[in-house]
T-cell receptor, first 112, second 111 residues
Framework: NAGVTQTPKFRVLKTGQSMTLLCAQD?????MYWYRQDPGMGLRLIHY???????AKGEVPDGYNVSRLKKQNFLLGLESAAPSQTSVYFC???????????FGPGTRLTVT | GENVEQHPSTLSVQEGDSAVIKCTYS??????FPWYKQELGKRPQLIID?????GEKKDQRIAVTLNKTAKHFSLHITETQPEDSAVYFC??????????FGTGTRLKVLA
C-alpha cells in the first residue's frame, strides 16, 4: 500500500515550458487535491476533484489545469510555466468529506 | 468566505515546556478541525483532529481544545521534545470538499 505518490520529485523548467505532475493514490479515495506551498503562505488549494471525471477550481487556479480520468490519478498541468509558479506542490486525497487528508511527498518545481 | 488565522508564526520553547498554537476561523458552519505536522522537507501529516460536537481531545502529549462560541481552537503540546520541532498547520472544514489551512507555526524546541 503506497498511499499517495507523486511524479516527479524535482523539476526545473524554463519560462514558457509546459509539464504535467502526476498524483496517484491506491486507497480508493473519492476526493483528491492539488496544493502549492510557498514560504510563509501555508498550503493553498489550486484545484480539487470530488470523483472520477470531475474537477473544480480552488483558491489559486490561474495558470494550471487538471484532469481526473481515472479515480486513482489526478494530473496537474502547467501549460506555460512562469517564475511565479516556482513552489512545492503537494497532492492529497481523502476518503470522505470529513476526515484525514493524506499527502503525497511533494514535487519541488523551479521555473527560471 | 472562510478565513483561518493562525498564531504565532514562530514559537521557541525550552525542552520540557508546553507549547500552545491558536487558530481562529470565521465560518460558523465549520465542523471539523484537524492539525497537521510538517517536518523539514517532508509531507504534512495529521497529528490530531476534533469535531464540532467535542470540546477537547487528547492523545498522549498532544491535545486540541475547541471554543465554538469564540470560533477558535488550539493545539497544546506538553513536555516538548526536540522531535516536536516542525511546522504545524491548523485547518478548518465546514463539511464541503475543501479544507482551509492556516499559514503555519514554526515550533523550535530548544535542548
Amino acid at each position: 500500500n503506497a498511499g499517495v505518490t507523486q511524479t516527479p520529485k524535482f523539476r526545473v523548467l524554463k519560462t514558457g515550458q509546459s509539464m504535467t505532475l502526476l498524483c496517484a493514490q491506491d486507497m480508493n479515495h473519492e476526493y483528491m487535491y492539488w496544493y502549492r506551498q510557498d514560504p510563509g503562505m501555508g498550503l493553498r488549494l489550486i484545484h480539487y476533484s470530488v470523483g472520477e471525471g470531475t474537477t473544480a477550481k480552488g483558491e489559486v487556479p490561474d495558470g494550471y489545469n487538471v484532469s481526473r480520468l481515472k479515480k486513482q490519478n489526478f494530473l496537474l498541468g502547467l501549460e506555460s510555466a512562469a517564475p511565479s509558479q516556482t513552489s512545492v506542490y503537494f497532492c492529497a486525497s481523502r476518503a470522505s468529506r470529513l476526515g484525514e487528508q493524506y499527502f503525497g511527498p511533494g514535487t519541488r518545481l523551479t521555473v527560471t | 468566505g472562510e478565513n483561518v488565522e493562525q498564531h504565532p508564526s514562530t514559537l521557541s520553547v525550552q525542552e520540557g515546556d508546553s507549547a500552545v498554537i491558536k487558530c481562529t476561523y470565521s465560518d460558523s458552519a465549520s465542523n471539523y478541525f484537524p492539525w497537521y505536522k510538517q517536518e523539514l522537507g517532508k509531507r504534512p501529516q495529521l497529528i490530531i483532529d476534533i469535531r464540532s460536537n467535542v470540546g477537547e481531545k487528547k492523545d498522549q502529549r498532544i491535545a486540541v481544545t475547541l471554543n465554538k462560541t469564540a470560533k477558535h481552537f488550539s493545539l497544546h503540546i506538553t513536555e516538548t521534545q526536540p522531535e516536536d520541532s516542525a511546522v504545524y498547520f491548523c485547518a478548518v472544514s465546514s463539511g464541503t470538499y475543501k479544507y482551509i489551512f492556516g499559514t503555519g507555526t514554526r515550533l523550535k524546541v530548544l535542548a
